[in-house]
């Protein structure tokens, strides 16, 4: 998707069913409906399509269809051209760092080189302890580090051994390799946190081609900025990492539409957060107002928005980001005002 100046880019969640968002559908169906939206991104001129390594529902959990995110992957790797493929894993102890590994090589060889491979820095969740994954007092910190040690190392084919506080390998190897030569890796943190940027390890500073910030443009720009410090004090260019913003993202013909919307019980009950509240740290709104406040999140430092679309498995405001918004922002000059109106 070319927005004419350069730099920005748009990228999606696919509808997995994590949020509900697949409630009633049978899974050959749940399946139908996210192979058919990332036909229709990579046609839209998305970036990339990211899936998340879930296996529940939040923000409630129930019995509905999750499709599994590496299964999915393999699948769409080897069946849709043309567009990134980004998945978001949970950092160890939820996930073996040897297996992931192996799964992101694999999926990097199906799709010629395609694959971003997220880590989050979110707390554990209630899959987790569902799964028996979830370890009492187990930061992500320590577990986060170590997960991107024993990758780079796995991934240049070497034999892996690491006895770190939440990763052990003994001898591990993971062949073949990934087709990329530096496999990316992106992190996704929260930049409402305080000192959001200094809660990241080093290793992520050091070794993450891009940061998927959550929060509103003012959080952003001053994250975006501690990092860069950073990165600077490592000896590292800033620009060396690009900035992501993940936000929800659903577009209105006017603005008493998304007043109304935003106002009903479902809404509210569904996230627990208070209408002005969501509306800040997301993209609602008509065509005009989303522009603007994309090119807040621009002028903050971001070049890429990674959006997960509130009327899922409706297409509708897919198309309308590609046709009407991302045409419409430009990177601003630094310095630009990123204040709330």
């Known amino acids: 998707m070319s927005t004419g100046a350069a730099r920005l880019r748009w990228s999606l969640v696919a509808p997995q069913g994590t949020n509900l968002e697949l409630a009633g559908q049978s899974g050959a169906d749940a399946w139908r409906t996210l192979a058919e939206t990332a036909a229709l991104a990579r046609t839209c001129g998305y970036d990339t399509l990211w899936l998340e390594d879930r296996t529940d529902t939040l923000p409630r959990r129930e019995p509905q269809p999750v499709t599994e995110s590496w299964t999915a992957l393999g699948a769409l790797a080897a069946t849709v051209p043309d567009i990134g493929l980004g998945l978001l894993s949970p950092a160890a102890p939820h996930r073996n760092a040897l297996m992931l590994a192996k799964r992101a090589a694999g999926a990097d060889v199906i799709s010629g080189g395609r694959l971003t491979l997220g880590l989050s820095t979110a707390p554990q969740l209630p899959e987790h302890v569902a799964a028996g994954t979830a370890r009492p007092g187990n930061g992500t910190g320590s577990a986060l580090a170590e997960t991107i040690e024993a990758l780079r190392t796995l991934w240049s084919g070497a034999r892996t051994t690491l006895d770190g506080e939440t990763v052990t390998l003994a001898g591990a190897h993971a062949v073949p390799v990934p087709v990329q030569t530096r496999l990316p890796l992106v992190v996704r943190a929260n930049a409402a946190l305080p000192d959001a940027a200094d809660l990241?390890?080093?290793?992520?500073?050091?070794?993450?081609?891009?940061?998927?910030?959550?929060?509103?443009?003012?959080?952003?720009?001053?994250?975006?900025?501690?990092?860069?410090?950073?990165?600077?004090?490592?000896?590292?260019?800033?620009?060396?990492?690009?900035?992501?913003?993940?936000?929800?993202?659903?577009?209105?013909?006017?603005?008493?539409?998304?007043?109304?919307?935003?106002?009903?019980?479902?809404?509210?009950?569904f996230w627990s957060h208070h209408p002005d509240l969501l509306a800040r740290r997301s993209l609602y709104g008509t065509a005009e107002q989303l522009r603007e406040r994309a090119g807040r999140y621009a002028a903050a430092g971001v070049t890429e928005f990674v959006l997960w679309f509130r009327d899922y498995p409706e297409t509708e405001s897919l198309r309308r980001v590609a046709e009407e918004i991302a045409p419409g922002v430009r990177a601003p000059a630094r310095g630009t005002d990123t204040g709330e109106a």
């Open 200 to 269: 990241l390890p080093e290793a992520a500073v050091r070794e993450c081609a891009a940061v998927q910030w959550q929060g509103e443009p003012g959080e952003l720009a001053h994250a975006v900025a501690a990092f860069g410090v950073r990165r600077e004090k490592l000896g590292l260019d800033p620009a060396g990492t690009r900035h992501a913003v993940l936000a929800e993202c659903r577009v209105f013909e006017d603005r008493v539409s998304r007043d109304r919307w935003l106002s009903t019980p479902h809404v509210v009950a």
